[in-house]
Structure formats: structure tokens, C-alpha cells
């Protein structure tokens, strides 16, 4: 049975500022276990708040920092109601500044932030957090179970990007580091993370022994879970609330 949820904004301390964020949890007096929702790159907005408030309701307490927030707090530019593909090339032009101030350095940074602000709520159990990620926020939680493996029970991400290139800092190469259990939902319809870099990801963490499971969802597009985008599929999304939620309930 579904939980009553409250969702607040709330300011994140960080070393490099503050970080507004959206937080979610069911409307009791109940612990419930920590899960950090990492946006994908058009940013915490009112459908990313439908989604932590239908995580919170599985029990859960969410928190969707804005990662861009060294840029400006949310939205970070102007969006509209519905993103249609023609006005995808110019939102992400705009949107380019605002990525540019998170580097990997500092987005680990802010993880730690994250995870020591859900650590500290009244609202979370103890124990190590869930993490679930978005398009470029798949690689955020990636990074972070790498970077954070003692904090980290439970990773997932869906239509992630560049998960496993060829660039040095690359998230996959933290995989020797992660001791979470990890699940991705994969777009096979996705520029962003082609056939070689999920086989890339795939064999990085079956040789560092890391617990996961890969999976390409068939005709679905990068962003299939974003409903105020053209990119939106039900099915794919609703395959991801199940493969989420078998994913947490099963390590937090």
C-alpha cells in the first residue's frame, strides 16, 4: 500500500555553497531508508518532483539535489511544460554553462554533501543510502558508488549517458571500487551510450566482481522516463519503477 507523502524544498550545505533540493517522504513518523535522486540534465523540475514523491511513497525519503546549483538554483534556465525534440539542441546550448561547473571533483564533493545531509535527517533510517540516476545523473550515481562504496547499498540508472568512454575519468573505471549491488536500464534507441560502451560497463564491473544487472530496453529512447518530454515511453517507464524498487526493497 501506497504512503501519503510530503515534499519540501530544503538547502543543502556543500564545500562549494548551497545546493537547493527537493525532498520527499511519507507523511508519518516513521525512519525510512535514504534514496538520492540524481536529475537528468534539464534539472529538477515539477516531473522530477512526481517522481520522488512516487519513490517516497514506496517508503522511502528522497532527496533530488539541483547538482547545477553553482550555476543558479532551479530551473537553472527557463523550460517549457514540454520538451518537444525541435527544442531539445537550443536547451541544451543553454544548459551547457550550467554543466560546465560540475566536474567530476566536484560533483563527489557534493555527494559527500548529499549523503551526509541524508545521514543526518530525522527522517532517514541508519545505513547506507539508495541511489537512482538520470541521463547524465546514471553516471553521477556510477561515480559516487565508486567514490563512496561504504555509503552505497543500492545503485540504479536508466538511459544513461556516457557511462563508459574512453576519457580518463570515465565513471565505469571506479568499478574495482563499488561494492553496491547495481542495476541499468539501458535505451537501445540511445546515441549517448552506444552498444560498445554498455558492453564496456558490462565487462568493467563482472571483472571487479561487482554485483549487477544490465538490461536494454527495446525501442526506447534516451529519456524514456521523463514524461514531459517527447522521449517518454509508459511501458519502459513503468518496467523501470519495477526494476527500481525490486532494487532497493532488496538492499536498503
Known amino acids: 500500500m501506497s504512503a501519503a507523502v510530503h515534499g519540501s524544498s530544503v538547502d543543502i550545505p556543500t564545500q562549494d555553497g548551497t545546493a537547493d533540493a527537493y525532498l520527499a517522504h511519507p507523511d508519518d513518523s516513521t525512519l525510512h531508508p535514504a534514496v538520492l535522486l540524481y536529475m537528468d540534465a534539464f534539472g529538477l523540475r515539477p516531473h522530477l518532483k512526481k517522481m520522488a514523491d512516487r519513490l517516497a511513497s514506496a517508503r522511502y525519503t528522497v532527496l533530488v539535489?539541483?547538482?547545477f546549483y553553482r550555476y543558479g538554483p532551479a530551473p537553472v534556465v527557463d523550460?517549457?511544460?514540454?520538451i518537444n525534440p525541435a527544442e531539445r539542441p537550443e536547451i541544451f546550448q543553454s544548459l551547457r554553462p550550467a554543466a560546465e561547473t560540475l566536474t567530476p571533483e566536484?560533483?563527489?564533493r557534493d555527494a559527500a554533501a548529499y549523503l551526509d545531509w541524508l545521514a543526518g535527517s530525522p527522517l532517514t533510517t541508519d545505513g547506507p543510502a539508495g541511489i537512482t540516476?538520470?541521463?547524465m545523473g546514471a553516471g553521477l550515481a556510477l561515480r559516487t558508488a565508486g567514490t563512496h562504496p561504504d555509503r552505497v547499498a543500492a545503485v540504479a540508472g536508466f538511459h544513461g549517458a556516457y557511462l563508459a568512454t574512453d576519457a580518463p575519468d570515465s565513471p565505469h573505471l571506479l568499478a574495482d571500487r563499488i561494492t553496491a549491488e547495481l542495476y541499468f536500464g539501458h535505451a537501445d534507441q540511445d546515441a549517448t551510450l552506444p552498444?560498445?560502451?554498455v558492453d564496456r560497463l558490462d565487462k568493467a564491473l563482472t571483472a571487479a566482481g561487482v554485483r549487477h544487472r544490465t538490461e536494454v530496453?527495446?525501442?526506447?529512447?534516451h529519456?524514456?522516463?521523463q514524461a514531459d518530454t517527447a522521449m517518454y515511453s509508459a511501458e519502459a517507464?513503468?518496467?523501470?519503477?519495477t526494476a527500481l524498487l525490486d532494487l532497493l526493497n532488496r538492499n536498503l
Open 237 to 241: 517507464t513503468e518496467r523501470h519503477w
Open 133 to 135: 540516476g538520470y541521463c
Open 223 to 225: 529519456g524514456f522516463t
Open 106 to 108: 566536484a560533483a563527489m
Open 217 to 221: 530496453y527495446t525501442g526506447a529512447h
Open 79 to 82: 523550460l517549457p511544460e514540454f
Open 195 to 197: 552498444p560498445e560502451q
Open 65 to 67: 539535489p539541483n547538482v
